[in-house]
C-alpha cells in the first residue's frame, strides 16, 4: 500500500446536478478514466432515472451528464453496477426489475430485463469474470444469474437465509464467493456447493461474533480481498479478515474474523462504505459527513487498527446514501445524496 500523508483536503470538484429525487447509486466504470478514455459514472435515484455522466476530457475534472434514462424503469432505481468489461450498466429498482443497459453509440439502450423478486430489488452486482449476476430484494431472497450469449439471464440459484430485506450483494474481487447484508443485522457469505453445484451459506456474520447490532447498509473490500469492510444503523465501520489463500486455493469454508471496530465517526446511519485500491476506506452517512480511514502505521500487537484521515462535514446538505473512488484515478471520490445532487471530490496533499 502506497504510504498516504496525513496532510490531505478532500475537495470539492463539480457538484452534477439534474436528479429531480435523492440519488441513491453510483457505480464508476471501471474500464474509463484510463488509456485516454474519459471516466464514466453512472447515477440513479428516487425520480427513476438513471444517469450516465461523462469527464469532458481525460485530463479534466469536469463532467457532463451524457444521457438521462428515463424509460427503463417505473419506480425508484436503487442500485447500479458496471460489467467488468465496462459494456453493460445493471439497474435493480423499486419496480421489481434489474434492467441491463448496453451501450450503442451515444445511446444507452435496455437488451435485457430480469424479473422474479417479489417487491423492491435493492442492489445488484457483478462478478470479477462477468459470468454471473446477483441480486437482493426486500423479499429476503438473494437471487444468481448466470449470465448467457444474448443478453439471456438464466436465474441459477435462489438464496434463502436472511430473516429482513436484503440491502446490499456483493461479490469477492477475486473468487466467487457472495456477500449478502440485511436489515436483519448480518452479513451472509454464500458460496458453491462443488457437490451439488446449489449455492449455500457457508457463513452468518452475526452480533454473536462480533458483527453488526442493527442494519447492515454495505460492504466492500480491500483490493487484495484479504480484507472486508461493513457499515450499519449501529453507527459502526467493521473490519474483518480472511486468509486470501485458503480461499483463493478453493476453500470457500475459509472464515471471516472480525479485525477491528470503529466508532465515534459518525452520529447517525452509516449508509456507504468503499475501499479504494489505494487503501483508504471512505464512509457516507445520514449525518450528512464523509470520513476517509486508513490503516495505522503504529501496529498494535492485536492486528492493524485504522484511524481517521479526515472528516468533511456538512459533505451534503442532507443524508450521504452512496460514496464511490474511481476505480482508476486513485484520489477522485462520487458521493450521492437525499438533496438530489451527485459531488465530485479529489484528495489532495495541502503541501
Not at 252 to 267: E, I, P, Q
Request: glycine share 6%; charged share 25%; hydrophobic share 35%.
Amino acid at each position: 500500500m502506497t504510504s498516504i500523508e496525513e496532510g490531505v483536503q478532500l475537495t470539492e470538484v463539480q457538484r452534477l446536478e439534474g436528479h429531480t429525487d435523492r440519488v441513491w447509486g453510483l457505480a464508476w466504470n471501471p474500464v474509463t478514466g484510463t488509456a485516454g478514455k474519459p471516466a464514466m459514472l453512472a447515477s440513479c435515484g428516487g425520480d427513476k432515472t438513471v444517469r450516465i455522466w461523462q469527464q469532458r476530457n481525460p485530463s479534466s475534472t469536469s463532467f457532463n451528464c451524457l444521457e438521462a434514462l428515463e424509460e427503463i424503469h417505473t419506480r425508484t432505481v436503487r442500485s447500479c453496477a458496471w460489467s467488468p468489461s465496462g459494456e453493460k450498466l445493471a439497474t435493480a429498482s423499486f419496480d421489481a426489475t434489474t434492467a441491463i443497459l448496453e451501450q450503442n453509440g451515444n445511446e444507452f439502450e435496455c437488451v435485457s430485463t430480469l424479473e422474479g423478486h417479489e417487491n423492491e430489488v435493492k442492489s445488484v452486482s457483478w462478478n470479477a469474470s462477468g459470468s454471473l449476476l446477483a441480486t437482493c430484494s426486500r423479499d429476503k431472497c438473494v437471487w444468481i444469474w448466470e449470465v448467457l450469449p444474448g443478453n439471456e439471464f438464466d436465474c441459477v440459484s435462489v438464496l434463502q437465509g436472511h430473516t429482513q430485506d436484503v440491502k446490499m450483494v456483493q461479490w469477492h474481487p477475486m473468487v466467487d464467493v457472495l456477500f449478502s447484508c440485511s436489515y436483519d443485522n448480518t452479513i451472509k457469505v454464500w458460496a458453491e456447493d462443488g457437490d451439488s453445484d446449489d449455492w449455500r451459506c457457508v457463513q452468518t456474520l452475526s452480533e454473536s461474533n462480533c458483527g453488526h447490532s442493527s442494519t447492515v447498509w454495505a460492504v466492500s473490500f480491500n483490493a487484495t480481498g484479504e480484507k472486508m469492510v461493513t457499515c450499519s444503523d449501529d453507527v459502526t465501520i467493521k473490519v474483518w479478515s480472511v486468509d486470501i489463500e485458503r480461499l483463493q486455493s478453493g476453500d470457500t469454508n475459509a472464515s471471516w474474523s472480525h479485525l477491528c471496530t470503529l466508532s465515534g465517526y459518525h452520529d447517525r446511519t452509516i449508509f456507504s462504505v468503499h475501499w479504494s485500491r489505494e487503501g483508504i476506506i471512505a464512509t457516507g452517512a445520514a449525518d450528512d459527513a464523509i470520513c476517509l480511514f486508513i490503516e495505522s502505521e503504529d501496529h498494535v500487537i492485536d492486528g492493524p487498527k485504522y484511524k481517521l484521515l479526515l472528516k468533511k462535514e456538512k459533505a451534503h446538505d442532507m443524508d450521504i446514501n452512496s460514496v464511490r473512488w474511481s476505480p482508476t484515478e486513485n484520489r477522485l471520490l462520487a458521493s450521492a445524496s437525499d438533496d438530489g445532487t451527485i459531488k465530485i471530490w479529489k484528495l489532495a496533499s495541502l503541501h
